[in-house]
């Protein structure tokens, strides 16, 4: 099992940036792929972007291409979320999540591939 830890939500004006981290723990995080997903009020959770447990190959939802960047440290075992262009229709509480197969072929982005998932972060965007 692994223990997932976000950080670096907040409040931003419409147009700025915020770079989220996910900080794990408890098993070997570079042989998982991670995603980030969100949720806003009274929505369904969404994927958002997700990255191979290699870190050569990412993937986004259609909603954040070209604004969001995925990353990761497999030294530092940490998953990061660059934003950039935030809109106030990406407020939502965003969670960061762990694959549950070992080096996966592919970038899952369906909730139920993933069996880890941190507490989330709010990320509010004002107009």
């Known amino acids: 099992q692994v223990q997932l830890v976000e950080s670096g939500g907040g409040l931003v004006q419409a147009g700025g940036s915020l770079r989220l981290s996910c900080a794990a723990s408890g098993r070997t995080f570079s042989s998982y792929a991670m995603g980030w997903f969100r949720q806003a009020p009274g929505k369904e959770r969404e994927f958002v972007a997700g990255?191979?447990?290699?870190?050569?190959?990412?993937y986004y939802g259609d909603s954040v291409k070209g604004r969001f960047t995925i990353s990761r440290e497999n030294a530092k075992n940490t998953v990061n979320l660059q934003m950039n262009g935030l809109k106030p229709e990406d407020t939502a509480v965003y969670y960061c999540?762990?694959?549950?197969?070992?080096?996966?072929?592919?970038?899952?982005?369906?909730?139920?591939?993933?069996?880890?998932w941190g507490q989330g972060t709010q990320v509010t965007v004002s107009s």
């Open positions: 990255i191979s447990w290699s870190g050569g190959r990412t």
């Open positions: 999540a762990s694959d549950k197969e070992v080096r996966s072929f592919s970038i899952p982005r369906e909730r139920t591939e993933y069996g880890s």
